[in-house]
């Protein structure tokens, strides 16, 4: 009985996991699995397990609750792979040039300005 529930448990955010299906799945299939999962799990002997599988079901039953349920699944984000010589953790470089900083203050102020005399006219009395 606890052990059809510790299997279950670490799947139970994932219908489809739940279930034993591929996300590809028919509705058909989703039926048949639901359908073999109860047979598996009955409610009268293992409850907690029944539990999870009806509300996966539920989750996957019509297209609207099977969109819903897609678009909350968590997907683990792949890992880039990285070439044989790079180390798994970069190193960030905290060095600042001064022409950096010379660089960003012309681009946020009106140093950038070639000549500020151009701006200027002759003041005539």
Do not use: N
């Amino acid at each position: 009985m606890a052990t059809a529930h510790t299997s279950l448990a670490p799947v139970a955010d994932d219908p489809y996991a739940v279930l034993g299906v591929a996300p590809t799945a028919t509705d058909a299939e989703v039926k048949q699995a639901y359908f073999a999962q109860v047979r598996a799990h009955p409610p009268e002997s293992d409850p907690q397990a029944f539990k999870l599988i009806r509300a996966a079901y539920e989750r996957l039953r019509s297209p609207e609750k099977r969109l819903e349920a897609d678009m909350l699944r968590v997907q683990a984000w792949p890992e880039p792979a990285l070439p044989a010589g790079l180390k798994a953790e970069p190193v960030l470089d905290l060095h600042v040039a001064a022409e950096d900083v010379i660089r960003a203050a012309r681009a946020l102020t009106e140093m950038s300005r070639r000549d500020f005399r151009e701006d200027c006219r002759e003041i005539k009395w």
